[in-house]
């Protein structure tokens, strides 16, 4: 970052200031996942498969976390054990498109920090392998994820799946003025996500998902955001919009900002944190000059600023925690949640930034991972 003079400091208004540490925060950590990233060849679907798919070479599949073989009735359909994920699960193509967002964020990033369009060219190298190479692309549907042995060979929950491409969306949208992104490349890139978009609009796995009452409700929409800011689809961006303020806020918030649906669940504190991230990303992505969610409130008082005033003390000191611990995975949250910072700038709250700053910003746990879609708070700051 270029330093700024005393007089210049005076005259920045005090949200951006907070936009300006938080940049600072990052450089050293993007600059040295970029230097990881231009190290990396493509890995996409075509390089792993399972043989409990029934999709083919370019699907991408999963298997539901927390479904089991019947010790009763080995060979038989799973059965369920909420919040225990079963680690012989086929995990190939969600780790390779968890390593593909953050690869395109790392490089968007550093691009978006350097103007260097060395991170460009490598980026491409990622994205026509994954969207436009004919040997290596994935179909732009998700009809084999989150599986079921001897239940379902796809499930419209797996739709969560792909929250990890909204960081490689937004990456294009940062990287595509630069001279070396191509049009040809451009327009192949958004007709995949164009296709994926009608599929995600359309199938009746979809649509389940579209409907679903708690974050998986939240992260249809937040993905569908995150491709439609891609395509310039203005419909469905005026339905995210939609959705934001008629269900999810009333539907998923109690009037004192906790989220009863997921502090029910087994893992109350970790689904907390992660659909507060969602409706946090809502708001980043479709607020517009006319139609501010950060400000949006529902008659009787509910809000993001609500949600993030609930959730705070409980990240700024987790022994707080009103409800049951999480069955699995407790000791790993909170890490750099999202709606820290972008709260922080949006409604110029110093210590929520104090506290983004001090929590781990690349965090190992896979688990953890998967469920912290944006790595790369950077390419989404304005």
């Not at 990052?26 to 231009?38: D, G, H, N, P, S």
């Not at 269900?247 to 944190?273: I, N």
Request: hydrophobic share 40%.
């Amino acid at each position: 970052m270029l330093l700024f003079t005393a007089t210049q400091a005076a005259a920045t208004p005090p949200a951006r200031k907070l936009q300006q540490e938080a940049t600072r925060t990052l450089r050293a950590y993007v600059l040295k996942e970029a230097a990881w990233a231009l190290q990396q060849a493509p890995v996409t679907v075509t390089a792993s498969t399972s043989p409990r798919s029934a999709g083919g070479p370019h699907d991408f599949f999963s298997e539901g976390d927390y479904w089991w073989p019947d010790p009763q009735n080995p060979g038989g359909p799973y059965i369920q054990k909420d919040g225990l994920t079963n680690p012989d699960n086929f995990t190939a193509h969600r780790l390779a498109m968890i390593r593909f967002s953050r690869v395109v964020g790392a490089l968007a990033s550093a691009y978006k920090l350097t103007g260097d369009e060395k991170y460009v060219r490598h980026a491409l190298v990622h994205l026509r392998a994954w969207f436009t190479d004919a040997q290596t692309l994935m179909n732009p549907s998700l009809l084999y994820a989150q599986a079921i042995s001897g239940r379902f060979t796809g499930r419209g929950i797996g739709i969560i799946d792909t929250i990890q491409l909204m960081e490689v969306a937004q990456g294009v949208l940062v990287m595509q003025a630069a001279k070396g992104f191509g049009k040809n490349d451009l327009a192949g890139i958004k007709n995949w996500f164009g296709q994926y978009l009608t599929w995600l609009t359309t199938h009746p796995n979809a649509r389940e998902e579209m409907n679903a009452a708690n974050n998986h409700g939240t992260c249809w929409t937040m993905q569908v955001a995150a491709f439609a800011r891609l395509t310039a689809n203005q419909e469905l961006l005026a339905l995210c919009r939609t959705r934001y303020k008629t269900v999810h806020l009333p539907t998923q918030m109690a009037p004192d900002g906790s989220f009863p649906l997921e502090t029910k669940r087994t893992k109350p504190y970790g689904y907390s944190l992660f659909n507060l991230d969602a409706l946090t990303m809502l708001c980043q992505m479709l607020t517009t000059p006319t139609d501010n969610l950060w400000a949006y409130h529902t008659p009787d008082g509910r809000s993001i600023r609500k949600g993030i005033e609930f959730l705070y003390p409980y990240v700024a000191d987790k022994t707080t925690w009103p409800f049951p611990k999480d069955v699995m995975y407790w000791e790993n949250w909170p890490v750099a949640q999202p709606f820290l910072v972008f709260g922080a700038v949006q409604f110029n709250n110093a210590a929520w930034l104090a506290t983004w700053q001090r929590l781990e910003h690349a965090p190992q746990v896979p688990e953890v991972v998967r469920n912290l879609p944006v790595r790369n708070p950077l390419i989404w700051l304005d």
